[in-house]
């Protein structure tokens, strides 16, 4: 049994921070790399972070320098601190593997990040 629940979003002034929790449930997510992915209205998903099971992290040009990913102890559990956050970071945010086998990949509902002034 596999599954993902995001939460900690919220509506955010710019400048502002908050911090996403993943919970990631099975084995397969504790192996392998995990990615923080946003989708904005009418636009397609993007990876914004990634981070290896050893605690290699990875992070987009946009969010470069604003954003940290990071994992719990026992690496089923994954963090998105963002700071300083623009009004292009609202969408909706998600957790899931970096790298996808095949199709059929499942998704958790995301969290709603809104930063409006």
């Known amino acids: 049994q596999v599954q993902l629940v995001e939460s900690g979003g919220g509506l955010v002034q710019p400048g502002g921070s908050l911090r996403l929790s993943c919970a990631a449930s099975?084995?397969?997510?504790?192996?392998?790399?995990m990615g923080w992915y946003r989708q904005a209205p009418g636009k397609q998903r993007e990876l914004v972070a990634s981070?290896?099971?050893?605690?290699?992290?990875n992070y987009a040009d946009s969010i470069k320098g604003r954003f940290t990913i990071s994992r719990g102890n026992g690496k089923n559990t994954v963090y998105l601190q963002m700071n300083s956050l623009k009004p292009e970071d609202t969408a909706v945010y998600y957790c899931?593997?970096?790298?996808?086998?095949?199709?059929?990949?499942?998704w958790g509902q995301g969290s709603q990040v809104t930063v409006s002034s």
């Open positions: 981070i290896t099971s050893g605690g290699v992290t």
């Open positions: 899931n593997l970096r790298f996808f086998i095949g199709p059929g990949e499942s």
């Open positions: 099975g084995n397969i997510f504790s192996l392998n790399a």
